[in-house]
């Protein structure tokens, strides 16, 4: 079956720094989301993409987010200064489409990495 | 806006049945899903309703009123590994982001 493959799974790293968290989607989806997961929180959207463009963010999303695909395959999440409440798991998650047979199965996730900011 | 609301925990035996109850109101609405999350994983898919009504998937149900912003998923013959996280999620128009509500903790006792 199909995956969406996130990497890596569990990243550390010191506040201020850039992180940049990699996805790769199901080759013939379309659209590509961020979520994130506080621990013990409900699951939060961050951004969706279509067609090589942001075509939704939320609140959370703001200027030291930033979405890239960069080669066709890859789906990245850049985080430029991680701040201590940016600790969570982030999960990628893509889909075929948004109606038919495949839109009634929604999302497919990834296992998601889970960033932790010290 | 959108809001999702569902019981926080329940608890359930072995063997029997339990339903978990969603309420929903949303601006727009293209169709309600139901996902499972054990501790430290990704949701997983369990049901989508987009008409009023029942569909059953195995041992799993998921019911919608789309007049009433209700929901409920229902799991018979609970198993151990049916203890989880359970997630309502709303899609609230065609295009859009599903959002999740906070979750269903269920606890299965032996």
């Known amino acids: 079956e199909p995956e969406v493959t996130q990497t890596p799974s569990h990243q550390v790293t010191q506040m201020g720094q850039e992180v940049i968290l990699r996805c790769v989607p199901i080759s013939n989806h379309l659209y590509f989301y961020w979520y994130r997961q506080i621990l013990g929180q409900k699951v939060e959207f961050l951004v969706s993409f279509y067609n090589n463009e942001i075509s939704e963010k939320s609140e959370i999303f703001d200027d030291q987010f930033s979405v890239e695909r960069p080669d066709g395959s890859n789906f990245t999440l850049k985080i430029r200064s991680t701040k201590l409440e940016d600790s969570a798991m982030y999960f990628c998650?893509?889909?075929?489409?948004?109606?038919?047979?495949?839109?009634?199965?929604?999302?497919?996730f990834g296992s998601g990495t889970r960033l932790t900011v010290v | 806006g959108q809001n999702i609301d569902q019981p926080t925990e329940m608890t359930a035996t072995e063997g029997a049945i339990v339903q978990i109850n969603c309420t929903y109101q949303?601006?727009?609405?293209?169709?309600l899903f139901w996902y499972q999350q054990h501790a430290g994983e990704a949701p997983t898919f369990l049901s989508y309703?987009?008409?009023?009504g029942l569909e059953e998937k195995g041992r799993f149900s998921s019911f919608l009123s789309r007049s009433k912003g209700y929901s409920y998923l229902l799991l018979k013959e609970l198993q151990m590994k049916d203890s989880a996280s359970y997630l309502c999620?709303?899609?609230?128009?065609?295009?859009?982001?599903?959002?999740f509500g906070k979750g269903t903790r269920l606890h299965i006792l032996p």
């Open positions: 949303t601006s727009g609405f293209n169709g």
């Open positions: 999620a709303v899609k609230g128009n065609r295009d859009d982001k599903i959002i």
């Open positions: 998650a893509s889909m075929g489409t948004l109606q038919g047979p495949q839109g009634r199965d929604g999302y497919t």
């Open positions: 309703n987009v008409l009023d």
